[in-house]
């Protein structure tokens, strides 16, 4: 694929759309967890591709995308952090991190 | 000689990537996301986006890779389960995926983005993240820090009251 932004859309989609199936699909609530953090990466990559790619005024430099994708690093920090801790949690109250075996909230 | 790196990166991005959705070994799938998390970290340094780049390495892949290996190893004791769900499912989900993924392909290759005519050189761009964090994006940056701390709180709190109250 050449160097051009269409291309970085489309690794991006790409990312985007396989964290979306591994989210749904995945049984394992860790492995769901790898999933949300594709989706997240897809998101940042497409950030940066845009503040790299699109027209700047004089003004403005497009370096607001790279500021945006470190704040989702963040947030992905904090997010996996608090998950892996309920998993934990969940995992010696159940002795399981499967999330079909997480029902008691079914009535 | 950019062309082919670039290639390569991608390759390195998305061929691991389908191996985490597909595969039916947590640790396979693991070790995947740490390629896939590499191949963008090389992607955002020929964006030149240096910053981006190491913070991607020494975050994702020095700090949410190893809690995810963590997570991983602390949890595979006893019975087996099977990772993914049944077939019916697992149709269901390829479908509504391959819907978006289409619409996204289309949208992004079609529209005509306001692309600048002549992409410069890279700069260096340490310096201007940190004069925008700490002067355009000033109250982000502390909602993110106080989050991060929130979050540091709550982890420890949440795994401390599961372990002493059984």
């Not at chain 1, 269409?6 to 759309?17: A, D, G, K, Q």
């Not at chain 1, 594709?38 to 403005?60: D, H, I, M, P």
């Not at chain 1, 690093?73 to 499967?98: C, G, P, Q």
């Not at chain 2, 005509?112 to 355009?136: F, H, M, N, R, Y």
Request: aromatic share 10%.
């Amino acid at each position: 694929m050449p160097y051009s932004l269409p291309s970085f859309l489309i690794v991006s989609s790409l990312l985007f759309c396989l964290g979306m199936y591994t989210v749904l699909t995945r049984r394992n609530a860790i492995g769901i967890l790898m999933g949300i953090e594709l989706v997240l990466n897809g998101a940042g990559l497409n950030f940066v591709a845009f503040s790299r790619f699109l027209e700047s005024s004089q003004t403005t430099n497009l370096l607001g995308g790279q500021v945006f994708t470190l704040f989702i690093i963040a947030v992905a920090a904090a997010e996996v952090a608090v998950a892996l801790a309920i998993v934990l949690s969940l995992y010696s109250r159940m002795k399981t991190i499967d999330v079909e075996e997480f029902k008691q909230l079914q009535g | 000689m950019r062309d082919i790196i670039f290639n390569v990166f991608i390759l390195l991005t998305v061929i691991p990537c389908f191996w985490v959705a597909l595969s039916s070994n947590i640790v396979h799938a693991a070790f995947s996301l740490l390629v896939t998390l590499f191949g963008i970290a090389g992607l955002y340094v020929l964006l030149g986006a240096d910053f981006i780049g190491v913070v991607q390495v020494i975050v994702y892949i020095g700090g949410i890779l190893v809690l995810i290996i963590f997570g991983v190893m602390m949890t595979q004791r006893g019975k087996l389960l099977p990772l993914s769900i049944q077939l019916p499912g697992k149709v269901f989900a390829a479908v509504l995926t391959g819907v978006i993924l289409v619409a996204l392909l289309l949208a992004s290759t079609r529209s005509l983005w306001p692309v600048a005519a002549v992409v410069g050189e890279p700069q260096p761009t340490s310096a201007a993240i940190g004069d925008l964090l700490l002067g355009k994006y000033l109250i982000p940056f502390e909602i993110a820090s106080v989050l991060l701390l929130a979050a540091l709180v709550g982890a420890v709190l949440i795994v401390r009251r599961s372990v002493r109250g059984e």
